[in-house]
């Protein structure tokens, strides 16, 4: 396990791990989305009608489709396909009527998930000086400065930072740029919530920006990753870190000592 790892690890077994961390992710309840009196009204009044290609052309507008159906982007994206497809129709609307009117509205209008939040929590945090250095919002003043100091950017505008600048080779994957004594330090975070599934991917999705190759010899890469990857046991990402001592995994809350020790 690479130094900064085990750090990491052994700061997420230690007291305090979590609350420190919501100085990063200053996780708050989201408010529930909302449903005009007109626009629900239309909804049970189709509900009630039995007009299934009626009913289901009234939720496809909401924001959050009330179960998860894979069929469904499609028919938000090109409504006249609801008339062309009834066998598709009658399956996803057999569907939502195992639940009564009130169910599915409810279930509409729950509050957007945290976790697509976690991108900005990290750059605000960034932004609030916590890891010591100027914080530029412009390529030409980061490259102008002499010192250390953080670029801190959207996504895209990073990405091509590190594309153009540095040599990337992914097409994606950029949410941290630091310059310390010479030394490009970039790199991707994420929050892990859960093992398996969707959380594995955005692992993997992490480590493989370790493992890309950059044209600059002045650049150190690093995954800035929290949550359950740190928790031993036989799992894909801990047994990932035990065996690539290589890569460096960190806390985001020791980047700021990592850093510090690349001035050193």
């Not at 159906?69 to 598709?88: C, E, G, H, Q």
């Not at 010192?147 to 091509?160: F, K, Q, T």
């Not at 890309?212 to 740190?230: C, Q, R, T, W």
Request: glycine fraction near 6%.
């Amino acid at each position: 396990m690479n130094y900064w790892t085990k750090k990491s690890a052994d700061l997420a077994a230690a007291d305090g791990y979590l609350d420190d961390l919501y100085e990063v992710y200053p996780i708050k309840l989201n408010a529930c989305r909302t449903l005009t009196a007109q626009k629900e009204e239309r909804i049970r009044q189709a509900f009630a009608s039995g007009d299934d290609n009626a009913f289901l052309s009234e939720i496809l507008d909401l924001d959050l489709f009330p179960i998860k159906d894979s069929f469904v982007a499609f028919l938000k994206r090109n409504k006249s396909a609801i008339s062309k497809n009834p066998k598709t129709v009658d399956r996803i609307v057999r569907n939502l009527r195992t639940m009564d009117i009130d169910e599915i509205i409810r279930r509409c209008m729950e509050p957007k998930e945290t976790n697509r939040q976690m991108g900005p929590m990290f750059k605000n945090w960034i932004d609030s000086g916590a890891l010591g250095l100027p914080v530029f919002k412009s390529i030409r003043e980061f490259m102008d400065f002499e010192g250390n100091c953080l670029l801190n950017m959207s996504d895209a505008e990073m990405y091509n930072f590190a594309k153009t600048q540095l040599g990337f080779n992914r097409e994606k994957g950029i949410d941290f740029i630091a310059r310390v004594s010479g030394k490009y330090i970039i790199g991707e975070t994420k929050f892990l919530t859960d093992f398996g599934g969707h959380q594995n991917a955005q692992f993997s999705d992490a480590v493989s920006s370790i493992d890309s190759k950059f044209e600059s010899e002045n650049v150190i890469p690093v995954a800035i990753m929290d949550g359950v990857l740190y928790i031993p046991g036989n799992n894909k990402m801990y047994r990932y870190l035990n065996n690539h001592p290589e890569s460096i995994i960190i806390s985001a809350l020791l980047l700021k000592d990592f850093l510090n020790s690349i001035r050193e």
